[in-house]
Every structure is written in C-alpha cells, then in structure tokens.
C-alpha cells in the first residue's frame, strides 16, 4: 500500500490540465478548459476540465473525478497504478507499507499481465544488446535499419534467442506463472502440458499503451524461408486489443498535439525511422486495417491526419474506402505518395529530413481531391465507369458530418468531375436522407421496451416523490461543498462556521439516497474529530460513488463570460450575496419535505386504524406535524394547500 504521505506528494505536485492534456486536446475556455469527451463520441466537446477546482466532467458519458480518477477510467488502471502513474511523471519517490515490488504476487489480473509483458521487454531488449547471438543476428540487423542506439534504447526494440524456451524457461525460473505467460502470448502450450517460445530468433519491436507500458509485441523474422510468416504478433489479452492500439502512439503524442497533425504510416520500422529523423508525431497501425477505435485515438489529439503511402498503387486503392471512415468521425484527411520503390522508411534513410518534409509539403493532397483524381484516371472515358466514381466520390463526402466542408467539396469536386454542383448536391441529399432513414430505423430496432417498473415509475407519485427527495438532499450536499468551511455571517452569530451549523440542524433528518447518506455520515464523522473536510477531501476519496457525486455537484456545463454583464447588463443572481437565505433555505426545503412524507404515512395509518385511542395517538402526531409544517412554510413564504 502506498503511503499516505506519498499520496499527498502526488497529489500536490499533479496539474490535471498537463496530465488530461496528455490524452485529450484541450482549449482554454474562461477559467476552465474544454475538449472532445475520450470516453464517447461526440462532435461538440462536453469535457470539462476545472483547474481550480482539480476536476474534470465528461457531461456525455456522465463521469468525473480527479486526475487520478481520470486515468482509472480512460486506461483502466487500479488506484495504485494511477498513482504511482502520476509519481512517475512528476518524479516522485513512491514509499509503500509493504514490499509490491513488480515480482511474483500480483493480486489483480491485469497488473500480472503487464507485468509478465514489461519483465519480456526487459528480457529481450538485454538479449539483444548483452548476448552474442543478440548482437550478431538482431543487432546488426537494426543497425542495417540505420537504427542508433538511443532509438534502440527508446522503442525498446528486442532479440528473441532462436531457441525452444529461452525466454519460457527464465521466466518460470524468476517465479512468473505460467498462466500469464500463456494469457499474454508470450509463450505457447505444447499438447503434453509443457510451454516453448513463440517469438524464437526474431527481432522484437515492444508495443507499448498510451501511457507508455509494454502490453505486446510484434516479432519479425530474419529468415527467408517462405514457409516461416515475416511477423507473429502478440494474440488478443485483457491487456490488448490491437483495434484499440496504435504502434508509436506512446511516443508521438506529445508531437502531434504541438503539430495539430498526425502522420499514419504502415509499418513498425516506418515509425521508428521517421520519428528518429526529428519527426515525433508519427504512428502506425500495427498491421491492421485502421478501425474506427484508433482514428479516435487520434482524434483526441488532434483533427488532421496525413497518410503516408508508399508507391503500391494496388495497395492504395484497397484502403480508399477504409478512410471514409477518417472523414466519418469529422477529421481531415491528406494524403501523401512516396516514389515508386521507396517507403516512408527508405525515404527518409535515404534523402534525410528536410527532403521528406519538403516531399510531405509539396505532394499533400486532400484524401477527397485525390481519390476523386486516381478513380477518374481508372474510369478513362467509359461513362458508366465515370458515373459510378461521381457516386463513389459523392458516397465519401456524404460521410462529412460538417456540412461547410462538405459543400466545399462538392464545388471542387464539380470543377474536377465537370458536373453541375446542383446534380452532385441532390445525390448528395438523398445519401443522407437515407444514412437518416437507416440510422432511425436502427434506433428503433434497439429501443427497449418499457417494462412495468419502469411505467410505475412514470406513474406512481411516490417515484416523483424520491426524484424530489434526492435533489433536495444532494443540495445539502452541494452546499457543504462550497460553503462549509466559511464563517457564519447572519443573525449575530460568531465563530461558527457553516458546515457544524448545518450538520446541527440536520441532526433529525435521516438522508435516504445512499451516496448523500455516505456524504453525510463523513462529514459529521470529521466534524466530530474537529476538521472541516473540504472539497479535496471528497474528490480524492476511495469511494467512487463519493467521488462521482461531488464532481456531478462541483461542476458545471455552463459558464457566464468574463463581459457578460458589460454586454448584456443582467446582473445573475449569486447565492453567496445572502448566505442566510442560501443555506437556511436548503435546510428548510429538505425539512418541509421530510415532512410532507410523515404527514402522507399518518394520513395512511389513519384510514386503517380503527381503534380510538390508537387514532388520537395518530392524530396528535398529525396535528404536531401540521404545526411543524407551518412553521417551515412560514419561513419559506409559501402557502400548505392540504
């Protein structure tokens, strides 16, 4: 368990804006900041981000929390890992109770994986530097690459002995358990029980997360047998999911934000080229087709991507219609060839980095532009051919969720295809009233049901009831937030302050929503040990629901700008102008509540009961009450119509 001293370090030293701003490309909007929530998909940003306060809240998915909260939800980390996450980041020492060293133990299944994989990284990348076979065999292969060593050092890159159970046999002598290292691919079980390597004399290229730990590989072969395949790559685990992961990402992040663009190209050794010729914000996709996960992966970061294809042409026209789906999620699409024979590897190795910068600048085409360009050429004259490229082109744009750039496209589009922008633009309505038509369709297909409890919810009054109930008591809540460790500034009271004051009054009134009973029950318990908890206290507690429900109350979708009131003179009522009436109001409402549902069960009891004395006993507990609800609504201005 880390310590709490240590926790204290990470969480004075942590500025949430820099470590979301890691994951999530964010504006500065007044005092907080804003971006595209990475929890869903969604075209206008509802991710807040408040600096001051320490929070965020992705208003479409609904979650929040601190910075650490942050990282447990988007990267599924355990609360130690966020931490020490964090500890890492901002160099600090992390001190536990006990001895956690990533060795045999691990509890959680997760942390076991990453840690079998991290321990194969180690042992690979020593393979190929310490041992013979390592440096003869993988070693001159990537300094062939042109490789150097600091790039060697910083992907991690690796050897695999060319041996049955090299790597199998180290591992299970380190203590590592064989389950994990079958679950993470690393090794493969032979019919009789027993485990060999998979990776056996390949060169190893580490595939790391977003937040830069080993979670797969991918082992290329030197060989040149046919029959051998040129790459075993990790098999799917809890830990990895290859349409979730981008090769290089890790390392490009930072790049792309600062560039506003990302480079996608096919292969490890593209990446690995590139970014050490001084061009960071570079990525590939491990092989794979590029899927809708990963173009949001980068969407987070920045909304311009330029693919960089080398000169297969055959290979190109087979990914035309998998990056309408770039355009599908409203990123801009470039797209860039190299020479006949070169790739973006052999290019940059070859012509050094102001060439390919200057190939980059001069040959960028906009993916609309160019496909419509290379479809007309494969068409020539035949006008059946041509007809179905105007469709074809008009498919893609149709994908454009920004209808400006979608129109600006078909003006270029016209002036390309030397057709009336009007007939481009009907085809172009009817694509979309039909992808409306489906998706409508498809909504109603998936839509439950009502069941019973959910029309008795609509139904019955004590539902609305509870709805009623839960709002009243999480503004108590709300206001203990803000307000409880502020003095008392009515009626002549002195040295109290308002969190004790409202804890006191409430003394009598029981909270029936689960997490503002919880609240409550911290919060009186602190008080009774002489501290007034403030907000941190709660954002950075170990219960998620504490958590979720004081970020939900601390921030808001909403914010007045600095010159509202210049522009507009409308003075906004703000509740602290009479705290008097903030507070006492609150706790009078929940009150008057509380009571309206006692006075509704002794009505209840009064139509049942029928001996006499039992009946006064209700009614003088009725009367009671009525006297307590006048009293309240005295005080609140309103009128008991019962």
């Known amino acids: 368990m880390i310590t709490k001293p240590t926790v204290d370090r990470i969480m004075e030293a942590t500025d949430i804006v820099e470590v979301i701003g890691e994951f999530v490309q964010l504006k500065k909007r007044g005092a907080n900041f804003v971006g595209l929530s990475p929890f869903v998909n969604e075209r206008t940003p509802s991710f807040t981000v408040s600096p001051a306060k320490g929070i965020f809240k992705d208003f479409s998915s609904g979650k929040g929390g601190s910075a650490v909260t ?18 890492k980041k901002y160099g600090i020492e992390v001190e536990e109770t006990v001895d956690t060293t990533e060795n045999l133990e691990e509890q959680n299944h997760r942390e076991s994986l990453m840690i079998v994989s991290g321990f194969a990284a180690k042992f690979f990348h020593e393979s190929l530097l310490d041992t013979d076979e390592g440096q003869s065999i993988g070693l001159s292969y990537f300094k062939e690459r042109g490789f150097n060593n600091e790039t060697i050092k910083k992907f991690e890159l690796g050897y695999s002995p060319d041996q049955w159970e090299a790597f199998t046999g180290e591992a299970i002598k380190q203590g590592y358990k064989e389950e994990f290292l079958v679950e993470s691919g690393l090794s493969v079980k032979r019919d009789n029980g027993s485990l060999y390597d998979r990776y056996r004399g390949r060169v190893m290229f580490p595939i790391h997360s977003f937040t830069g730990r080993v979670i797969a590989f991918g082992g290329r072969t030197l060989k040149t047998d046919k029959n051998v395949p040129k790459y075993v790559n990790s098999p799917e685990s809890e830990i990895y999911h290859k349409s979730n992961v981008l090769y290089g990402l ?14 996608l190209v096919e292969g490890y050794a593209d990446v690995i080229s590139v970014h050490q010729a001084g061009i960071e914000n570079v990525v590939a996709s491990s092989g794979t087709s590029l899927t809708v996960e990963q173009i949001r992966l980068i969407g987070r970061l920045t909304k311009n991507i330029t693919i960089l294809y080398d000169g297969d042409a055959a290979g190109i026209k087979a990914s035309l219609r998998g990056l309408d789906m770039i355009l599908e999620e409203g990123l801009n699409v470039k797209v860039v060839l190299f020479p006949d024979g070169h790739d973006p590897d052999s290019f940059v190795q070859k012509f050094g980095t102001n060439a390919f910068k200057t190939h980059v600048d001069q040959n960028k085409k906009d993916f609309i532009l160019y496909k419509t360009d290379m479809l007309l050429k494969d068409a020539g004259n ?20 920004d209808s400006i750039k979608a129109s600006v496209f078909i003006q270029e589009c016209s002036r390309i295809l030397q057709i009336e922008e009007r007939s481009l633009n009907t085809e172009l309505n009817k694509m979309r009233q039909a992808k409306a038509k489906k998706d409508h369709q498809q909504q109603q297909n998936h839509r439950p049901e009502p069941s019973p409890e959910d029309l008795l919810f609509f139904d019955e009054p ?48 029981e909270f029936e929503e689960a997490t503002s009973k919880y609240f409550m029950e911290i919060y009186r318990q602190e008080v009774e040990n002489g501290v007034l908890p403030e907000e941190q206290h709660f954002i950075h507690h170990k219960d998620k629901g504490i958590v979720d429900l004081v970020v939900t109350l601390l921030a808001t979708k909403y914010t007045l700008s600095e010159n509202w009131y210049e522009m507009h003179k409308i003075l906004v009522p703000d509740e602290q102008a009479n705290m008097k009436a903030t507070i006492l109001g609150a706790i009078f409402h929940l009150k008057k509540q509380k009571v309206g549902k006692i006075l509704e069960k002794l009505r209840n009891e009064l139509k049942v009961t029928t001996g006499e004395a039992d009946q006064e006993i209700l009614m003088n507990q009725y009367m009671h009450m009525k006297k307590v609800e006048k009293t309240i609504s005295d005080y609140l201005g309103s009128v008991i119509l019962k």
């Open 250 to 263: 890790y390392f490009a992040k930072r790049a792309i934000r600062e560039e506003d663009n990302c480079y």
């Open 382 to 401: 035949d006008p059946i051919k041509k007809a179905e490229v105007i469709r074809e082109i008009v498919e893609s744009i149709a994908k454009i969720p």
């Open 70 to 87: 942050f990282l447990m939800e988007l990267e599924k980390f355990t609360y130690p890992e966020a931490l020490k996450w964090l500890a």
């Open 462 to 509: 004590e539902a609305r009831v509870v709805k009623e109930s839960d709002t009243q008591e999480k503004e108590i809540v709300r206001l203990l937030l803000l307000y409880g460790n502020k003095m008392i500034d009515w009626d002549g009271i002195a040295n109290t302050y308002i969190g004790p004051f409202m804890i006191a009054e409430l003394s009598d009134v």
